[in-house]
């Protein structure tokens, strides 16, 4: 074992700070592989068949300017997992920028704590920073869709050789961008998105049918441009959010990207029909806050109940150099929060699920997505000045049971979504998948859960020969839908 933390800087931005997340467990690989016949410790269930994919930034030329961990290159890692043998890959998201900057050899793009003055191209919202589509890998139709948090282009990924095939335009009927988080219903084979933008219309919701096409999309009233990150669907809505957390549109005309939190507004929660027009949506307040990612809603009795980890005050803590701000405003501090919408009263309440614990980047078994769910399961977040996810949450909605694990000391892993076993009947019949990095090893391994008991530790690691990077979202697909 060595000493030190083996990984240093090998790609660096023009700002002479050293960055975290270039450094360690955060800094990029620049090899794409495929491996085969890797080292197992226990052994892979049989009946865990599939392909667990993670999507995240990873930088691949020097940056332009200074560096923000959302603006690293989209690379998908992606471990498949068949009859008890496991093969991982990982391979860049080849977006338009991306194959730009290939033939030019160089970033061409600044990031988003610069100026997009001068950038090449952007996104179809006018917002001219580059699309990494970084974000999250959504399955859907047979495809794996790339997204970008700031809404861009999906870029399709096949699921198996992670090779991209192209921009998803849904059978040319997408007109704008689609955001980071789109929501799957499996029962009628839909897709559920919306864009957003600094410039009216601020927000539009669309659905796109079982056949692959737009078959639905309107223009929201929104009171200014706003950062929504997320939405919920249920049976019969989608839920759309309003927070108070957006541009300061003076440092904006400056080409300054700079965040405002209003106290004195609420948030706000849209409920529309899932193919309503849009003087049918009704919002609902709520204290004022910042959402990043919806665990889960779904509809009862006359209520909408939605699941969320919920960022109470979203100012940075620290002040200094911009590297310092930057720092702040990323780190994760959520906390597990309920939404009720009283459909006949128009009324909303809140409580915590969670008060004590810091918890993120949720999943559910996402066969249910938008009906009621009992399991959660959460990364938990470190307290760290960077973003470090420790352990793996289970939240249990009827006994109220928190059941965690933690990776170890200077290990730290990915979202970890619900895998079902082979023929599973339950929420927790089955797996989670998550990569686990070690920080001063700089060594990667998938480690695979049994969903009903977390505590137990690892069933199985599979040791990959080189490290993951820690990133954003992941997604399971089951074998059944690969076909
Ligand atoms: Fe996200």
């Excluded at 060595?2 to 467990?25: C, H, W």
């Excluded at 601020?202 to 441009?225: I, N, S």
């Excluded at 665990?295 to 620290?318: F, H, K, Q, T």
């Excluded at 399961?377 to 352990?391: I, M, T």
């Amino acid at each position: 074992m060595r000493e030190q933390p083996t990984a240093v800087a090998t790609v660096m931005d023009e700002s002479g700070e050293p960055n975290p997340y270039l450094l360690g467990v955060h800094a990029p690989v620049h090899e794409q592989i495929t491996a085969v016949n890797l080292k197992v410790i226990g052994e892979i269930p049989r009946d865990l068949n599939g392909v667990y994919l993670r999507n995240g930034p990873n930088a691949r030329y020097p940056m332009k300017g200074r560096y923000h961990w959302f603006d690293g290159d989209g690379m998908v890692h992606a471990m498949h997992f068949e009859n008890g043998r496991a093969r991982y890959r990982n391979r860049y998201v080849r977006t338009r920028a991306f194959e730009a900057e290939s033939a030019a050899g160089e970033s061409l793009w600044t990031g988003v704590m610069e100026s997009p003055k001068g950038n090449p191209f952007g996104n179809t919202r006018g917002l001219n920073l580059k699309d990494s589509a970084n974000t999250d890998v959504i399955f859907h139709r047979g495809k794996v869709l790339a997204t970008w948090y700031l809404c861009g282009s999906p870029y399709s990924l096949d699921p198996l050789s992670l090779e991209t095939l192209g921009v998803e335009n849904f059978l040319n009927t997408l007109t704008g961008d689609v955001m980071a988080h789109p929501k799957v219903d499996e029962r009628t084979g839909e897709l559920f998105w919306f864009d957003y933008g600094p410039r009216e219309p601020y927000l539009r919701y669309g659905v796109v049918g079982a056949g692959g096409a737009v078959e639905h999309c309107v223009e929201l009233d929104l009171p200014g441009a706003r950062l929504p990150h997320d939405m919920a669907i249920t049976e019969n809505h989608a839920i759309l959010m309003d927070l108070p957390l957006f541009q300061d549109l003076d440092a904006a005309r400056q080409g300054r990207h700079k965040l405002t939190f209003d106290r004195e507004l609420p948030s706000r929660f849209g409920v529309i029909p899932r193919r309503g027009l849009a003087h049918e949506i009704r919002w609902f307040e709520a204290r004022p806050c910042y959402i990043y990612h919806v665990v889960n809603a779904w509809e009862y009795g006359d209520e909408i109940v939605m699941d969320v980890c919920r960022v109470s005050r979203p100012v940075p803590r620290g002040t200094g150099s911009p590297l310092t701000r930057m720092l702040s405003y990323l780190k994760l501090d959520a906390r597990m929060y309920r939404y009720r919408f009283d459909l006949r009263t128009g009324r909303t309440s809140e409580e915590f699920v969670d008060e004590d614990h810091n918890t993120e980047f949720p999943s559910i078994d996402a066969r249910k997505t938008g009906n009621i769910t009992r399991y959660a399961y959460n990364v938990s977040v470190k307290d760290a000045d960077v973003n470090l996810f420790d352990g793996l949450v289970r939240y249990d909605n009827v006994t109220g049971e928190r059941q965690a694990y933690h990776f170890g000391e200077h290990r730290y892993g990915s979202e970890a979504p619900f895998a079902p076993r082979d023929g599973a009947t339950g929420e927790d019949d089955g797996y989670l998948v998550t990569f686990v990095t070690d920080e001063r090893e700089g060594t990667s391994e998938v480690q695979i859960l049994s969903a009903a008991d977390l505590a137990a530790g690892p069933i199985a690691r599979v040791l990959i020969p080189q490290r993951v990077p820690l990133g954003f979202h992941a997604t399971w697909v089951r074998s059944d839908q690969l076909r």
